[in-house]
Structures are given as structure tokens and as C-alpha cells.
């Protein structure tokens, strides 16, 4: 009776009409026009349980379409984020009773890695609490790995076309809506700036493992179709999302893109490289040839600034920055030898300097992912961590290898170019306490999964 009750669908349709519930609760307490708030709620409400009459696995999809609103990363909770959170909720509450009712799919490593993960996160708060950690920052904390509970609900529906087709639509709108918001913002600050220096401080940091990843699968889809309006719109694409990457002036995912696009090349055939070179080069010489006739002002400003932050990749000589980076990273590593197993839990806070300043300041933030994830989860939860980028790394280059579908090779070459990318980056800008690398890893995650499952099954 109680298995019954609890059915895959009936709870799917029951969280999300609880989820509009909360919702328009939410927004009415926010809002002095209520009136006009409610009959919207309720028709986008109806609207969506009529789709999950028909679609299997609405509620992961929601869960990844409502996560666009916490892109900004603004501190605190803004009035636009609470669907998120709410959501997040009833995911977990989902989660739970999934887990509970033992219907989880629980048949490939990965599976099993990120079923340690999940039951990491509430040990670590726990620890956190324990070592002194604030409650609320404990808590707080676990946002960064919200994303993770996607996986158990992707796993299951990631094997019906129609669910794959949506959730293909829905990460492409949020990828070019991170494409779209940057440039716009980064065009606000350089029609100000005059000098090099104002271009080169001229940055829209944000969300840029995204646009790693939409480059990364523009490049791997330009390499391996074969029509060529698909190559030319590829690469066109590819040169946009490199672009927007070029500008938000972030060093480490300048070099993350760099060995995540290498290793696809090394990976592709000998046709594939000489196709995506020649559309490169053509697309991108006429791109420069276009904006130096009709923006010359502009693009020479922005060549001097992207020139000068560029050069200090090179450099001997550390900025301050990294500087701060580095005795960071060697004030986390001795406290680590100091408690290695069980780490100190997520919310606990050492004491940084702040060089510029010359001030100390009590921090939880570590700049360094792979001391991040030992700190917060320890020795187990760095392990598993990494085991989880590492065998979707390997299962990607053997799904590419044993495919014969174009849209699964280029999936899997973007697996393969963005987890690495990811791997890359994580050592100066902690990808594991940044929400859309984790859920980007986890969709990859439960894709890789699923055809993996699928081709096991196929061959036995």
C-alpha cells in the first residue's frame, strides 16, 4: 500500500504541486500585487502539471530549468532564487523517499559513487557543527553540492528519447542565456573604457565553466558532422562561446579550455582535426577582418587589455592574488596533516591573510578545490570526488571509442574536454564548491551512466 502510494508518478505530480504551492506563497509575501501574482502562478502551474502528465521525469527538469536563477552566485538569497531553493527541497525530500523505497538504480561504479557522495553531505554538516561551524553556514554550505541530487532522477529517465530531448533543449537555453547576459554586460564596461588598463579591468567573471562547456561541444560537434551547414553553424557557435570565454579574462579556465579542447583534438580522426581547423581559421579571420572595419575603436582597446592580462600567464613573477592563493593553500594543508580522515565538515573557518590589505580575516572559502573537498569532507569524500571525474573521464573516451552514433561521440567528446577542463581549473577556482560545475559533472555523470548500462545490457 505504501509502495503503491509513493509510485514514481504519483509523488512526481504531488512534489510539484506542492512546489507551486510554496511558490506562490513565496512570491505573495514579496509581492504588494498579489492579485496579479496568484491566476499566473496558477496557470504556469497547470501548465506544468499538464506536462508532467506527459513527459516522464518532470521534476528533474524543472529542477535544472529553475537553477538558471542562481547563476548571478549573488550573496545572500535574493526573492528570484527562492523557487530554486524551494525546489530544492521537495528534491530532496524526493531523493529521500527514493532512497528509502529502494528505488534507486544502483547497477555502475559511478552510481555507487555518487550514492557515497550523497551520504557524505549530511556528515559533513554534521562534522562541520561539531569542529564550531555556525549552524547556518554548515547548512549553507551544501548548496555548492545541491546539484548532485540530480543524479539518481536523471538516472532513471535518461533512457527515454523524449526526456533526453528535453533536457538536451533546456541546458542549451541556459548555456546561451550565460552567452547572451555576459556579452551585454561586458559591452556596459568596455564603452566606458578608453585605456588598456579599464579593458583589462573590464571583466564578467561569471559562469564560465559554462561557457568551457558550450565551447567544448561546439568544437567536438564542428569536428565530427560531416554536413556541412551543421559544421559551419558549429563553428560559428564555437567562436562565439570562445569569445565569451576570452572576455570573462579568467586565466585558470583560459588554460581549463585549452586542455579540454587539446585532448578532444588528440582524440579526434585525422579528417576531423583538418575540418574544424579550416572552418576555425576561415570563421575567425572574417570575424577580426568584420569588427576592425566597423568596431576598430573598441576592438583595439579590448585587443590591448585581453594582450596584457594574457601575458601574465607567463609571468615569473606571481601577482597577488595568486600570491594569497599560495599561502592559502599552505595554511589548509597543514591543518589537513593535522586531521586527514574526517577533515573538519563544511562551514568551519581558519584564518587567511589578505595581503593587498595586510589584514587577517576568518574564512570558510578555500581557492583550492582539492583541499576544498578534504577540508569540508574529508579523506573519503576527496577520494570519491575525484574517482567520480576520473571514471567519467575513462567511460567517456570508451563510449566514444565503441559508439557509432554522431550525437553520442559528441557528447562524450564534450565530457571528456569539459571534466578534464574541470580537473585543470580546480586547482585555483574550486569547481567543487561552485553549483553549475557540480551539476554540469552530474548530468555528464548520469548520461555516461546510462549508455554505459545500456551498452553492457546490449552486449550480454
Known sequence: MITTFFSSKNLENSILIVFFTLVCVALISFSESYFYVVPILFAVGLLAYFFSTIVDGFLPLLFILVSVTILENSPGIQPIEIPFYLISGIV?????IELVTGRFLI????????????????IGVAIGIINGAAPYLAVGETTYFFGVLAYFPLRKHLNKKQFELILTSIIGLIIAYVLIRNILNYRQLIVQAILSWQAEKARVAANEVILMIGALFCLSSAALTKVR??????TASFVLFLGGLILTQS??????FAFGAFLIFYSINRSGKLRILLTFLLLSSSSIIIANIFFSDFLNV???????????????????SLQERVLESETVFKMMLNNPIAGYGFGYTYTKKILFYSFFEETSYVHNGYLAIWLKLGLLGLITNLSIWILSIRNSIKLYRTSTVEKTQIISLTILGSVFGIMVVNMTSPQVLTFESTLFVTIFCAYVSSRMEKQTKIEA
Open 107 to 122: 547497477e555502475t561504479n559511478l552510481d555507487r559513487l555518487f550514492l557515497c557522495l550523497l551520504l557524505l553531505l549530511p
Open 92 to 96: 530532496i525530500l524526493y531523493v529521500f
Open 229 to 234: 551547414v551543421k559544421q559551419l553553424f558549429f
Open 302 to 320: 579590448i585587443l590591448n587589455g585581453l594582450l596584457e592580462r594574457f601575458s601574465s600567464i607567463g609571468s615569473t613573477k606571481l601577482d597577488i
Open 251 to 256: 586565466r585558470g579556465y583560459w588554460l581549463a
